[in-house]
């Protein structure tokens, strides 16, 4: 399939062809959505702890005598059922990371890069370098063009100057090829792949 190339000034440059194998699937919710819960439970830190009744601080001596009070038997302060006792079976630093295999993580990859296309939201750019580090000279391309939340992926290396001046756009976010994800490509409105980019793609996902 082919689609047209644009310049970061709105002009021209071409066309090119994408390859239907990734970009031409019919994109299915069942594997994005388990792709991106693979991203977002091994993102999560997983550092939520409370203490238990051998950690909190009390005195360990018994509270009353064990016989003659008409009340439960009890040893200490620190147990789970008094207030600002231990907790019991409460949360301890874990990973919430799980298994996805790398042949589906890729699968998931060409569904996202295929929900774009269908969904006219994939946007090829000629390259992106810049002369400059200049945030305006770029924002004001970005707004001219009419991307709002806009991925930009570009090859293997992004142009030092271009990565600078996005830096501070508020909702442009710029990645190599290799950090390409279905979670940051869903979230954008526009996903915006460089020709090096596509290259790029094509040879990781093939």
Partial sequence: ????????????????????????????????????RYQLAKRQQGTHKVKTR??????????????????????????????GGGVYKGPTPRSHAHDLTKKFRKLGLRHALSAKMTAGELVILDNAD??????????????????????????????????????????????PSQGANVYDILKSDTLVLTKAGVEALEARLK
Avoid: C
């Fill in 1 to 36: 399939m082919k689609l047209d190339v644009i310049k970061l000034d709105a002009g021209k440059a071409g066309s090119v062809d994408l390859d239907e194998a990734i970009f031409g699937l019919e994109p299915r919710k069942d594997i994005l959505h388990r792709v991106v």
């Fill in 54 to 83: 051998s950690e909190v601080s009390y005195s360990t001596k018994k509270i009353y005598r064990q016989k003659g009070t008409g009340g439960a038997r009890h040893g200490a302060r620190s147990a789970p059922i008094f207030r």
């Fill in 130 to 175: 810049m002369a400059t580090a200049k945030t305006g000279d770029l924002a004001k391309a970005v707004k001219n063009l009419g991307w709002k939340r806009a991925l930009i992926v570009d090859g293997s290396e992004v142009n030092a100057n271009f990565a600078l001046a996005a830096r501070n756009i508020d909702g442009v976010n710029v990645l």
